[in-house]
Each structure stands twice: as C-alpha cells, then as structure tokens.
C-alpha cells in the first residue's frame, strides 16, 4: 500500500512542474505569443472580425492544470467567441493564494491577486481552475491537509472561496464579472476529495450566481464520473482530427502520461512552469467546455 507521505511527495513534484518540450506546439487554435515567467500576465487581443455576440472579456486564474491549459484555452475563446483574453496561472497555487491580504505567505503577487487583475483589466468572466493543492507546500493554507483533517480542509476551503468570491465581486463593482468555477477531473488516490471540492464549487456557484463549467466530465469515462482513467474512446472532434486519436487503430484518445496521472500534458513535467507544448486531447476537452459554458452564457445574457 503506498505510504501518504510517498503520495505527497510525488504530487508536490507534480504540480509545482509543468511541460516544457520545446520541440513541438499544440496546434488547436491560432499561433498565441511566447509565454511569459510565470510572474506576469498574458493579454491577447481578438481578432478584427466582428463576431455575433459582444466580445466577452476573459481572465484565467488557477494552478499548474491552468498553466498547461492556458495558451489552448486562449486560442479556443479567441476563435469561437473572438474573446479577449488574459491569463495569470501559477503553478502549485490554490484559491487563497489569489486573495487580497495573503502576500506575505502566497505563491502569487499582489499585481496578480484576483481582485488586482479584475480592477485592472473589468473582465466579463473569471474562470477559476483549481485542482485543490490537499498537501502541506501551500503556505496560505497555514498547513491543513486534507489528510489531517478532511472536514477542516472542506471548510477552510469553502472560506477561501466565499472571500475569493466577495472580493472579485468588490473589485468589478456593481454586480461584478461572473465566475466560471471548473470542475476537476478524476483523483486516482483521494477520489472523494474531488467529488467534494466539486460539490463545494457547485453550492458556491449556486449561491452567487455564477457559473459551473464541468470540464471534469470530458475527461471522464461515460456513466462513472469520478472513475480515473488513462485513455478514453475518441469523441468527434477527434475522430474528425485523427492526430488526437493516439491508440493504435485510432479507436482510443489518451489524456494523461504513464508517469503522470494528474496532468493532461503530454509531454513531461520539469521545475520551470510553461504552458503545454504539445498536442494533448485532455487539455483541448477542458478548453472546449470552458469555452461552451461561457459562449451559451454570452449568448443569452
């Protein structure tokens, strides 16, 4: 049986890394400018094309799965919803990390904190992707680990989602941006934890008048949500591009490495945080939803 403190380690090294093969580039949407560190901010413009809604405005928040996901999620809301767009992912973080008054203890800088980014940039929607860092490497957390103690992890995460909330709304005025809470995929080892943190979105979501994007369900198999998975059958948009049709006979779509079973890059995780750099039908799922949710919202708002 594996030890928790073996599962710790390996998942702190997780997802404090992300991919960095410079070789090849995921290929989902228009060429996005080279990343920055991931200290600064990512703003890119929409095409001159006007589209047939009002082009929303779009901030991306979360934690090395944003990271990987940031430069495919940009090119999909600037194709289908001509969007402008900006990311600030920092990897390792969760949501009290993005909160005002946290800078002391925080992987993240006041320039970037949610309610500094939603005055700067007067987003129409915030999208929060958080897997919900469980472990001790957090220092906002002040060292409550799902591990120790369930319930108090729950509700000290629930508090940070409530303040989180507040002060976006507070920082938008008026009604504030909504916010786009994504549910997480599948958790191999602590398949409850998700479940709840998921359940704890959906109330927060419920309660505030926000929006749910159920990204986790894309990448999870038919009938058994919270069922882990390597590889999945190929939906249409895959077997319409082949290329993301990896098994052989093209029958199957692969979602996350052999070593890695948190990460939907596919390519390896290294110390120097950057966006994914390679094809990787995982994180264009997610990108996909999150964009859907939104444009639906868009439409009929």
């Not at 508090?159 to 976006?168: P, S, V």
């Not at 749910?212 to 882990?228: F, I, K, M, Q």
């Not at 077997?239 to 692969?254: K, L, M």
């Not at 979602?255 to 990787?280: E, G, I, M, W």
């Amino acid at each position: 049986m594996r030890k928790p403190w073996i599962v710790s380690v390996v998942l702190a090294a997780a997802l404090l890394g992300a991919c960095t093969d410079p070789s090849s580039g995921p290929e989902d949407g228009p060429p996005a400018p080279a990343s920055p560190r991931p200290s600064s901010t990512t703003h890119q413009r929409p095409a001159a094309t006007a589209p047939a809604l009002d082009p929303p405005t779009v901030l991306y928040l979360g934690d090395s799965l944003a990271m990987e996901n940031q430069k495919v999620l940009g090119a999909q809301l600037r194709g289908r919803l001509h969007a402008r767009y900006t990311s600030a992912p920092y990897s390792g973080t969760t949501l009290c990390d993005y909160l005002e008054g946290s800078s002391e203890r925080s992987l993240v800088p006041a320039s970037d904190k949610a309610a500094a980014l939603v005055r700067t940039l007067r987003p129409d929607y915030v999208v929060l992707q958080f897997w919900g860092n469980a472990w001790g490497y957090t220092p906002c957390m002040d060292g409550i680990t799902y591990d120790a103690s369930e319930e108090r992890y729950l509700e000290r995460y629930a508090a940070d989602a409530r303040r989180l909330t507040e002060q976006i709304r507070s920082a938008g005025g008026g009604d504030g941006p909504r916010i786009v809470w994504v549910l997480q995929g599948p958790d191999p080892i602590t398949p409850d934890r998700v479940r709840r943190v998921n359940a704890l979105y959906e109330r927060r979501a419920a309660g505030s008048g926000d929006l749910v994007a159920d990204a986790g369900r894309t990448v999870s198999p038919a009938g058994a949500r919270y069922t882990w998975t390597r590889y999945l059958p190929c939906d249409a948009y895959e077997r319409a591009h082949p290329e993301y049709c990896t098994r052989p006979g093209g029958d199957r779509t692969a979602l996350h490495r052999n070593d890695d079973y948190l990460h939907f890059c596919l390519a390896p995780t290294t110390s120097t945080p950057k966006p994914c750099p390679v094809r990787s039908p995982g994180i264009l799922r997610i990108a996909r939803e999150i964009t859907r949710v939104i444009g639906d919202h868009a439409r009929t708002d």
